[in-house]
């Protein structure tokens, strides 16, 4: 497959077999790192909100593979400032790089900026809309731990109305078979109900409980997002069913 030139904006815009492709090569990254793949390129980093993990994990990874960095962490010392458009930004920084990364507090703004700029546009997250490579790692780490993505049951606790890793994530596993799925939140922060439809149309079994006790003895996977007390509660769970265990 060829990915040359190509946009990263959702996770809608990959199939199962572009995903799964796109995970062999990360295992394969993962074992040897080859140190000089992108020797001569660069990267724009372009973070118009505030993020620690995701940024850093963008810049480690150019780094690693010969690349260089150039961009912002925070738009104080911009023009943006000033009133530049996101237009006239992603137009400007295209000069200087050959890819960038983009995150930004406004849904939409990736797709945009991919509709302005002539090199390829990653999106780091757009509002509480898509994150797309979240997604892809997450996709990861799941078949690392379960050895496959099929047939598994997986619930997503927290902050489910605004939490765009949750959303891209649901949505990705639509292409997976018998995938069962359980949202785990209170009632004002539940699992937008436009999403609830596009996983009801693909025929995707879904249940929505608030208590995480409901859901955990059925799981194979739990997904937690912005949710201290969501977490405190798994952990005490697990430490209760590792003791009945023994």
């Not at 490579?133 to 731990?145: A, F, G, N, P, R």
């Not at 109305?161 to 596993?173: E, F, N, P």
């Not at 879904?206 to 208590?211: E, S, W």
């Amino acid at each position: 497959m060829n990915f040359k030139g190509r946009d990263i904006i959702s996770i809608r815009d990959f199939s199962r077999q572009e995903i799964l492709h796109i995970l062999e090569i990360a295992k394969k990254l993962e074992k040897k790192t080859d140190h000089n793949l992108l020797k001569g390129k660069i990267m724009a980093s372009l973070f118009f909100e505030p993020s620690t993990r995701t940024r850093l994990s963008f810049y480690s990874a150019m780094e690693q593979l010969g690349g260089q960095v150039l961009g912002f962490s925070t738009t104080g010392s911009t023009s943006i400032k000033k009133g530049e458009s996101l237009f006239d930004t992603i137009k400007m920084v295209e000069q200087y790089a050959d890819v960038a990364v983009i995150r930004h507090p406004g849904e939409g703004a990736a797709r945009l900026s991919a509709e302005a700029a002539s090199i390829p546009i990653i999106n780091a997250g757009d509002g509480s809309n898509q994150h797309p490579t979240q997604t892809l790692l997450d996709l990861y780490t799941i078949i690392k731990t379960k050895g496959k993505i099929d047939n598994l049951t997986i619930g997503f606790c927290g902050d489910l109305k605004y939490g765009r890793t949750v959303h891209s994530l649901a949505i990705a596993l639509q292409n997976f078979s018998n995938i069962q799925m359980y949202f785990i939140a209170p009632s004002l922060l539940q699992m937008p109900e436009e999403y609830l439809d596009e996983l009801r149309s693909k025929k995707i079994k879904l249940k929505q409980v608030a208590k995480i006790e409901d859901a955990l003895p059925n799981l194979d996977v739990l997904y937690m997002t912005r949710s201290r007390a969501f977490t405190k509660l798994a952990w005490r769970y697990w430490k209760k069913q590792k003791k009945s265990l023994k």
